[in-house]
């Protein structure tokens, strides 16, 4: 089983960055995935997640409406599409299967599968 994350990178304030997450050594449609952060001296922060069925969407309240979850089956891939990025959207992000996805939460647990993280950096 393997998650990998990739497209961090560093952006100026205001910029736009696409991270993929690519899974293997599982069956990736049956399972609802999800993108965490974690900045340097904060605990980790769960950004948005995306169901396996019918593509509901969560998103924490400090990215809706400039981050968007997305998922191609046929690829074994998902990505996190960041616009309109801001100094506090610094962290390492992390690609992870969850358990269970609505509009209003995004359950992980300990049975996830966790991607090695991609480090995004915003300069103001």
């Known amino acids: 089983v393997q998650l990998q994350a990739s497209g961090g990178g560093l952006v100026q304030v205001g910029g736009s960055l696409r991270l993929s997450c690519a899974a293997s050594?599982?069956?990736?449609?049956?399972?609802?995935v999800g993108w965490f952060r974690q900045a340097p001296g904060k605990e980790r922060e769960k950004v948005t997640c995306?169901?396996?069925?019918?593509?509901?969407?969560y998103y924490a309240d400090s990215v809706k409406g400039r981050f968007t979850i997305s998922r191609d089956n046929a690829k074994n891939t998902f990505y996190l599409q960041m616009n309109s990025l801001k100094p506090e959207d610094t962290a390492v992000y992390y690609c992870?299967?969850?358990?269970?996805?609505?509009?209003?939460?995004?359950?992980?647990?300990?049975?996830?599968?966790w991607g090695q993280g991609t480090l995004v950096t915003v300069s103001s």
């Open positions: 992870a299967t969850v358990v269970r996805v609505d509009s209003d939460y995004c359950m992980d647990g300990l049975g996830d599968y």
């Open positions: 995306i169901s396996d069925s019918d593509g509901t969407t």
């Open positions: 050594g599982f069956t990736f449609e049956y399972y609802a």
